[in-house]
């Protein structure tokens, strides 16, 4: 196995995290110094990502891959829950 397979693995396996809802999980796969921004805005920090999370629902599913060294670049469709209809 290379560094670059060690490498997605792990990334794999953060996704793993985040789709099983496994939050706890989730946030031992990354430094609590991480640093994330999206079409919504950008937070920093583990506990962030966390709530993020757990607040958004959301689903990646990762459908490209590329790898150098110690970057991980993946491409990914994101799914939301739907929203429940007002009563």
Do not use: C, Y
């Not at 796969?29 to 993020?52: K, T």
Request: charged share 30%; aromatic share 10%; net charge negative.
């Amino acid at each position: 196995m290379t560094d670059a397979d060690a490498h997605i693995r792990f990334v794999q396996a953060w996704h793993g995290a985040l789709n099983l809802g496994d939050l706890d999980r989730l946030v031992t796969l990354m430094h609590d110094d991480v640093a994330f921004a999206g079409p919504r805005g950008e937070g920093h920090g583990a506990a962030e990502v966390r709530e993020w999370a757990e607040r958004s629902g959301i689903r990646l599913e990762p459908d490209q891959w590329f790898a150098r060294d110690d970057w991980v670049v993946t491409s990914q469709r994101a799914r939301w829950p739907t929203p429940k209809p007002a009563a």
